[in-house]
């Protein structure tokens, strides 16, 4: 071989060489860990290619090689750990996000994520909800009292109103009070989102209190559980009230649906009220006879938006109720009430955090009985102003009258929420004021405002069960509230 010939033979290897390293760097693809930039770069061994040493058919002057997917190249081609549908670019390899690393500690979800799971069916969930517990409750004035009560709940999926709802509970306090209930709701019976409700009650209070009529007096430093601010009450009855639908609103974006229904109802309860000799009610009553049968007829309009009813986070419950008694209904005197009661419920920002707040207003007219002079009524009764749901940190039934207005703000927030195997423990914590006037004249009603306050926690399991630890605390007392299902 001549020296030019041989020349010639190392030149074309050199050029093969060269062309096969760069068509096998240009259709090699890169794995998803690579640190590569943008622009790929060639094996450190090996210097990038420039000129018409671009790929083989660049040699040829044939078009330029087509993006092909990893997944359609041979296996033996495709790195270890490469995704199938990462596609190559001139540029290099489409980007990949790393895949979502598995949630740990799945018991405890994050203080301030959303709950998806209450508005979706878990797999294997029965739709049946029963709950037994050992029954204590405690606020001033009554004590300490124990018992036992059994919740059932029945709803077919997450996020549902029950269905059914049924609470059987039976207490004994420290004092001799006694407390003795039964109360269910059926809802969709006849399906056409109607609401039947059922209750009846057996209720032995040696220590009922009775401060007077209206009374805005500081009583600050008194004894208020002396016998002087104290009668017998017993109380046995019950109620039967139907809704019927009138008009629904669709929900709108993530506001839940709304129900306007009318309301109607039949109310009986037979007090038996006995005074203590010189006690502040039998002064004021010297020889009257203060036992009293109340038959009511009750009607009325109510508005429920809310998201859920056991511890709603958005929407709204109104009812506005007129209550109307005398010898025809069965009732000792003829009297009656007017009660408005308006309850909306915001969440601020993350579903765990909610800002409650209720308006309430009661009006008596007639010869009203001792007992409806401190309730504030409307769907559900409740003692006022002073007590467990209407002026916390007053003394129960503190201030009574004809006439009687409150407003509540709470903020509830449940950072805490636990998976104790098929069932969920919601952990909260709350503050509220409240704000109420009282009086027997419409001019007198805004001379006095009582105002209280307090923190507290909540205990929510399964989504229909509520257990509250309250502390209130006002200008004359304070008081600690252990009871079941929020106070509005």
């Given at each position: 071989?001549?020296?030019?010939?041989?020349?010639?033979?190392?030149?074309?290897?050199?050029?093969?060489?060269?062309?096969?390293?760069?068509?096998?760097?240009?259709?090699?693809?890169?794995?998803?860990?690579?640190?590569?930039?943008?622009?790929?770069?060639?094996?450190?061994?090996?210097?990038?290619?420039?000129?018409?040493?671009?790929?083989?058919?660049?040699?040829?002057?044939?078009?330029?090689?087509?993006?092909?997917?990893?997944?359609?190249?041979?296996?033996?081609?495709?790195?270890?750990?490469?995704?199938?549908?990462?596609?190559?670019?001139?540029?290099?390899?489409?980007?990949?996000?790393?895949?979502?690393?598995?949630?740990?500690?799945?018991?405890?979800?994050?203080?301030?994520?959303?709950?998806?799971?209450?508005?979706?069916?878990?797999?294997?969930?029965?739709?049946?909800?029963?709950?037994?517990?050992?029954?204590?409750?405690?606020?001033?004035?009554?004590?300490?009292?124990?018992?036992?009560?059994?919740?059932?709940?029945?709803?077919?999926?997450?996020?549902?109103?029950?269905?059914?709802?049924?609470?059987?509970?039976?207490?004994?306090?420290?004092?001799?009070?006694?407390?003795?209930s039964f109360f269910i709701r059926l809802r969709d019976l006849l399906r056409r989102e109607e609401v039947f409700e059922f209750g009846v009650l057996g209720y032995v209070d040696p220590v009922f209190p009775y401060y007077g009529i209206g009374n805005n007096n500081n009583l600050e430093g008194i004894d208020l559980q002396a016998r002087y601010y104290q009668a017998h009450?017993?109380?046995?009855?019950?109620?039967?009230?139907?809704?019927?639908?009138?008009?629904?609103?669709?929900?709108?974006?993530?506001?839940?649906?709304?129900?306007?229904?009318?309301?109607?109802?039949?109310?009986?309860?037979?007090?038996?009220?006995?005074?203590?000799?010189?006690?502040?009610?039998?002064?004021?009553?010297?020889?009257?006879?203060?036992?009293?049968?109340?038959?009511?007829?009750?009607?009325?309009?109510?508005?429920?938006?809310?998201?859920?009813?056991?511890?709603?986070?958005?929407g709204s419950l109104f009812d506005v109720i007129v209550d109307n008694a005398g010898p025809w209904t069965g009732s000792t005197d003829a009297w009656g009430r007017l009660s408005a009661n308006f309850r909306t419920y915001w969440t601020l920002g993350v579903d765990k955090l909610v800002l409650a707040h209720r308006l309430?207003?009661?009006?008596?007219?007639?010869?009203?009985?001792?007992?409806?002079?401190?309730?504030?009524?409307?769907?559900?009764?409740?003692?006022?102003?002073?007590?467990?749901?209407?002026?916390?940190?007053?003394?129960?039934?503190?201030?009574?009258?004809?006439?009687?207005?409150?407003?509540?703000?709470?903020?509830?927030?449940?950072?805490?929420?636990?998976?104790?195997?098929?069932?969920?423990?919601?952990?909260?914590?709350?503050?509220?004021?409240?704000?109420?006037?009282?009086?027997?004249?419409?001019?007198?009603?805004?001379?006095?405002?009582?105002?209280?306050?307090?923190?507290?926690?909540?205990?929510?399991?399964?989504?229909?069960?509520?257990?509250?630890?309250?502390?209130?605390?006002?200008?004359?007392?304070?008081?600690?509230?252990?009871?079941?299902?929020?106070?509005?």
């Amino acid at each position: 071989m001549t020296p030019l010939a041989g020349a010639l033979f190392a030149a074309t290897c050199l050029a093969a060489r060269a062309s096969g390293l760069a068509s096998s760097w240009a259709q090699e693809p890169v794995s998803k860990d690579s640190e590569l930039a943008p622009e790929l770069t060639p094996p450190s061994d090996v210097a990038p290619p420039s000129g018409p040493l671009k790929s083989d058919a660049a040699v040829g002057g044939g078009p330029e090689p087509t993006p092909v997917p990893a997944a359609a190249l041979p296996p033996a081609t495709v790195p270890e750990g490469a995704r199938p549908d990462t596609m190559m670019t001139p540029a290099g390899p489409a980007p990949n996000l790393p895949p979502r690393e598995r949630v740990r500690w799945g018991w405890l979800t994050h203080p301030l994520s959303p709950t998806p799971s209450q508005y979706q069916i878990r797999k294997g969930q029965s739709p049946h909800r029963v709950l037994p517990l050992p029954s204590v409750r405690s606020q001033p004035g009554v004590g300490l009292m124990l018992g036992a009560n059994i919740s059932y709940a029945y709803r077919r999926k997450e996020g549902d109103p029950n269905r059914i709802y049924m609470i059987f509970e039976s207490r004994v306090s420290l004092k001799k009070v006694q407390d003795h209930s039964f109360f269910i709701r059926l809802r969709d019976l006849l399906r056409r989102e109607e609401v039947f409700e059922f209750g009846v009650l057996g209720y032995v209070d040696p220590v009922f209190p009775y401060y007077g009529i209206g009374n805005n007096n500081n009583l600050e430093g008194i004894d208020l559980q002396a016998r002087y601010y104290q009668a017998h009450l017993n109380t046995v009855g019950g109620s039967l009230t139907y809704q019927h639908p009138l008009w629904r609103l669709q929900a709108l974006g993530d506001k839940p649906p709304g129900m306007l229904r009318s309301y109607a109802g039949l109310a009986y309860y037979a007090d038996r009220v006995r005074t203590y000799d010189n006690s502040l009610l039998q002064a004021e009553n010297p020889a009257a006879d203060l036992s009293a049968r109340r038959g009511l007829i009750r009607l009325g309009l109510t508005w429920d938006r809310r998201d859920n009813e056991w511890s709603p986070g958005k929407g709204s419950l109104f009812d506005v109720i007129v209550d109307n008694a005398g010898p025809w209904t069965g009732s000792t005197d003829a009297w009656g009430r007017l009660s408005a009661n308006f309850r909306t419920y915001w969440t601020l920002g993350v579903d765990k955090l909610v800002l409650a707040h209720r308006l309430s207003f009661d009006a008596l007219w007639g010869d009203a009985p001792l007992v409806p002079l401190g309730e504030f009524g409307g769907l559900l009764t409740t003692d006022g102003l002073g007590g467990a749901s209407a002026g916390r940190g007053w003394m129960r039934r503190r201030y009574i009258g004809r006439l009687k207005a409150f407003g509540s703000l709470e903020l509830r927030f449940e950072p805490l929420e636990l998976k104790v195997r098929r069932h969920t423990l919601g952990i909260g914590l709350k503050g509220f004021v409240d704000l109420g006037v009282v009086a027997d004249r419409m001019q007198d009603l805004p001379k006095h405002w009582h105002v209280s306050g307090g923190t507290g926690l909540q205990v929510i399991w399964d989504q229909f069960a509520v257990l509250r630890l309250d502390a209130g605390f006002s200008r004359e007392s304070f008081g600690i509230y252990f009871i079941n299902e929020h106070a509005f």
